[in-house]
């Protein structure tokens, strides 16, 4: 199946959820964990390293600050920026309160040309 959108992906995640009776917390730490391992494949930690990381408000975002705590336990060092617009879920301002690392929020998302 060819993903077009956030739609297509949120359908994709309550047939998912239905079908297989998996969490969306579920979801989100196993996209988490395929995009980690892809980066400890291409680029292992070293002193020079440092992975930037953007999480907006969605489940996107979640899965974002959850691959910033694999990498960071994985030996990298990470800066995370999150867009946390007055909409944002519950469980990303969870996880944003509870991520301990270096980040950064903003309120406005900065246009750069």
Not at 65 to 91: C, E, K, M, W
Request: with cysteine; proline share 4%; aromatic share 12%.
């Amino acid at each position: 199946m060819f993903v077009q959108g956030s739609q297509d992906s949120h359908e994709l995640d309550l047939a998912a959820e239905a079908k297989w009776n998996l969490s969306s917390l579920f979801l989100m730490n196993n996209a988490a964990k395929c995009v980690s391992n892809v980066i400890l494949q291409h680029h292992p930690p070293h002193d020079d390293l440092v992975i930037f990381l953007l999480a907006g408000p969605g489940n996107n975002g979640n899965d974002t600050i959850i691959t910033a705590n694999l990498l960071h336990s994985a030996g990298y060092r990470v800066v995370l920026f999150l867009y946390l617009p007055d909409h944002a879920s519950a469980q990303f301002s969870f996880l944003r309160d509870h991520f301990p690392y270096q980040h950064y929020i903003l309120n406005d998302l900065l246009a750069f040309q």
